[in-house]
T-cell receptor, first 116, second 116 residues
Framework: EPEVTQTPSHQVTQMGQEVILRCVPI?????FYWYRQILGQKVEFLVS????????KSEIFDDQFSVERPDGSNFTLKIRSTKLEDSAMYFC??????????????FGDGTRLSIL | RKEVEQDPGPFNVPEGATVAFNCTYS??????FFWYRQDCRKEPKLLMS???SGNEDGRFTAQLNRASQYISLLIRDSKLSDSATYLC?????????????????FGKGTHLIIQP
């Protein structure tokens, strides 16, 4: 079964440093997403991406965050200057999407980001 | 972003029993509904989509009541492997004609423990 893959599985970074989280969505999917989950809390939407541009972003996704699809397979999340409160599990997801409506989103196994 | 509410549990249930979870959502214009399961420190995994007419997948039955903005999940003949957190997930109104671009809204989840 096709999977969403994420690297690294765990990233430890000093506060104030830049970090890039990487994802390879399922190959025939058109829509890509980033979510985060702070330990003990619910999964929160960050951003969605379609046709090489951001479709929607939440209030969490401020100027410190950016996304990019640098080639035909990778989808990245960059945090420019990390804060302690950015420590969380970051999940990438992708979905097929059709003109008939939303298709289920499939999640990667996450990158645990620890800010020191 | 509107909320999805669930009883956090935990539900402690003997193996073989039937267990039911409920959730309510606040955005009446929501279009797509899902149940995901999440094991400890793992990614959310799609359990099933929820359709207006109700649907069944093996031991799992999902129901949607749009008038009451209420979603349910029934698990029959529960197994030890069903122990997990069950996430009620809603997709808000689709603002894009192509579909699929919107982020999901997650409930905090209901924790289920199946006891031998």
């Amino acid at each position: 079964e096709p999977e969403v893959t994420q690297t690294p599985s765990h990233q430890v970074t000093q506060m104030g440093q830049e970090v890039i989280l990487r994802c390879v969505p399922i190959s025939n999917h058109l829509y890509f997403y980033w979510y985060r989950q702070i330990l003990g809390q619910k999964v929160e939407f960050l951003v969605s991406f379609y046709n090489n541009e951001i479709s929607e972003k939440s209030e969490i996704f401020d100027d410190q965050f950016s996304v990019e699809r640098p080639d035909g397979s990778n989808f990245t999340l960059k945090i420019r200057s990390t804060k302690l409160e950015d420590s969380a599990m970051y999940f990438c997801a992708s979905s097929g999407g059709t003109v008939m409506g939303n298709q289920p989103q499939h999640f990667g196994d996450g990158t645990r980001l620890s800010i020191l | 972003r509107k909320e999805v509410e669930q009883d956090p549990g935990p539900f402690n249930v003997p193996e073989g029993a039937t267990v039911a979870f409920n959730c309510t959502y606040s955005n009446s214009a929501s279009q797509s509904f899902f149940w995901y399961r999440q094991d400890c420190r793992k990614e959310p995994k799609l359990l099933m989509s929820v359709y207006s007419s109700g649907n069944e997948d093996g031991r799992f039955t999902a129901q949607l009541n749009r008038a009451s903005q209420y979603i349910s999940l029934l698990i029959r003949d529960s197994k030890l492997s069903d122990s997990a957190t069950y996430l009620c997930v809603v997709n808000p109104p689709d603002r894009y004609s192509g579909g699929g671009a919107d982020g999901l809204t997650f409930g905090k989840g209901t924790h289920l423990i199946i006891q031998p």
